[in-house]
């Protein structure tokens, strides 16, 4: 990236959180040198889950897969972040364990400061931006849907991304959480803040669900891109939380939590069902929209980076400028 592309390009906060999040910072990484990614730390499942539990840390799953989206892009940083995603397999309680969640797990426990231990292993890798999590301290997500008539409970995020039903109401434990300055800093000096794609319920929303965040992410003079996920139409049932949803109810959602956030650019994959429905609800929110293909061929319900890149480098030349 030459000195003249960096001194005129975008200083973005990218929020979210598993693999919807790495794939907006592997997209950003090829327009901007200023990301800040702002992860979801409510994650109980998996190695995460289970490190969480035994030690009282941030869940560290979702935190890794952004710091290895930011590696530097050379053998050094490489071969850090393929080291970090590594995940052991035995018959022993190392199964399931990713390399890069135990580093910071050690990191966390020794200094018990959970932003100085991920700057250190961005140094590690020499990473593009910096990784902060949303909060000073791990969260708990809780779900209320509707299935058939009935109320069910939904406890924990593995939990509330996986349940069906209708969502009546999403919560989180402690309910007014402190963000980190670090964050709150960030998004004060913004150019753009982007949101999704993801888990809706628990990878975007939950930025939405702090008050203190939810109140800076507004204030924030930055252009606000919303990234909608991959088409959740009939066929893919088996996807959970995102079972039965328009791309417009997506919208929806975030309106019934954040009423007065507004969306300058809303991004969805040319594929999606229901677009003109979507393309009322922004018109009449004054909303710019941009669709494109953005499947990942390997992947159908993953983003692929380069696709999404050219969709930034758009927003940047046309709807943004």
């Known amino acids: 990236m030459t000195s003249e592309l960096k001194s005129t390009s975008p200083r973005v906060v990218a929020m979210g959180g598993g693999h919807g999040l790495a794939a907006t910072l592997t ?18 499942g998996g190695s995460s889950g289970r490190l969480r539990e035994e030690f009282s840390i941030m869940p560290p799953g979702d ?10 892009d050379d053998a050094w940083g490489r071969n850090w972040a393929e080291i970090l995603q590594y995940r052991f397999t035995s018959e022993g309680e190392m199964n399931g ?7 910071l797990a050690a990191l966390w426990d020794r200094d018990h400061d959970a932003v100085a231990g991920l700057d250190q292993v961005g140094a590690l890798l020499k990473v593009i931006g910096r990784v902060l999590p949303m909060t000073a301290e791990p969260l708990d997500i809780e779900a209320t849907f509707i299935n058939n008539g009935h109320e069910i409970e939904a406890i924990g995020q593995v939990e509330v991304a996986t349940t069906r039903g209708r969502l009546k109401e999403l919560r989180m434990k402690p309910a007014n959480p402190t963000t980190r300055p670090e964050v709150l800093a960030a998004l004060r000096d913004a150019d753009w803040i982007t949101m999704g794609p993801g888990s809706w319920f628990s990878s ?17 003079p930055a252009k606000k891109i919303l990234l909608l996920n991959l088409d ?33 650019v809303v991004v969805a994959d040319s594929h ?13 929110r004054k909303t710019a929209y941009l669709e494109a293909d953005l499947r990942d061929a390997s992947a159908a319900i993953h983003h692929d980076g380069g696709k999404l890149a050219s969709a930034f480098s758009h927003i940047a030349r046309e709807l943004l400028v």
Request: charged share 20%; glycine share 4%.
């Open 204 to 220: 975007v929303l939950p930025h939405l669900l702090v008050p203190s965040l939810q109140k800076a992410i507004i204030d924030s």
């Open 232 to 264: 959740s139409n009939k066929d893919n049932l088996e996807i959970g939380e995102y079972a039965g949803y328009s791309p417009r109810e997506h919208c929806e959602i975030l309106v019934q939590y954040a009423p007065t956030l507004h969306f300058d």
């Open 272 to 284: 999606l069902n229901g677009r003109d429905e979507l393309k009322d609800f922004l018109a009449e």
């Open 97 to 103: 364990h990713a390399l890069g969640n135990l580093l």
């Open 27 to 44: 997209a950003l990484r090829s327009i901007t040198s200023e990301i800040t990614a702002v992860v979801t730390v409510a994650d109980n």
């Open 63 to 72: 935190l890794r897969m952004a710091l290895a989206a930011l590696c530097a």
